[in-house]
């Protein structure tokens, strides 16, 4: 288990940036497999990027070009960096975490709200 803590959402107009971070509890981050997700109001929770412990990157065909997934091993974090956001952009975006090994979904964060709106 890993507690997971997310901050950079906020309202951005359409075209413009910004990165989301996740902070990982522990000392076994580097044992993760991280991940982005989102969630807009009405719809199911879709992948948006994920990193593998190796640094695999894997993208969701709708941010490909635009968003990029990263992590840092020794500041237990990861980051989603998102620039020409468009207003379908719109979610609560959800920082996971998972073992290649474990069952289920892993680990989740709050959510982080991103609005781009003009």
């Known amino acids: 288990q890993v507690q997971l803590v997310e901050s950079g959402g906020g309202l951005v107009q359409p075209g413009g940036s910004l990165r989301l971070s996740c902070v990982a509890s522990?000392?076994?981050?580097?044992?993760?497999?991280m991940g982005w997700y989102r969630q807009a109001p009405g719809k199911q929770r879709e992948l948006v990027a994920t990193?593998?412990?190796?640094?695999?990157?894997n993208y969701a065909d709708f941010v490909k070009g635009r968003f990029t997934i990263s992590r840092s091993d020794t500041k237990n974090t990861a980051y989603l960096q998102m620039n020409s956001l468009k207003p379908e952009d719109t979610a609560v975006y959800f920082c996971?975490?998972?073992?290649?090994?474990?069952?289920?979904?892993?680990?989740w964060g709050q959510g982080t709200q991103v609005t781009v709106s003009s």
């Open positions: 996971n975490a998972r073992m290649d090994a474990q069952s289920g979904s892993g680990s």
């Open positions: 522990g000392s076994l981050f580097f044992l993760y497999n």
């Open positions: 990193i593998t412990r190796g640094g695999s990157l």
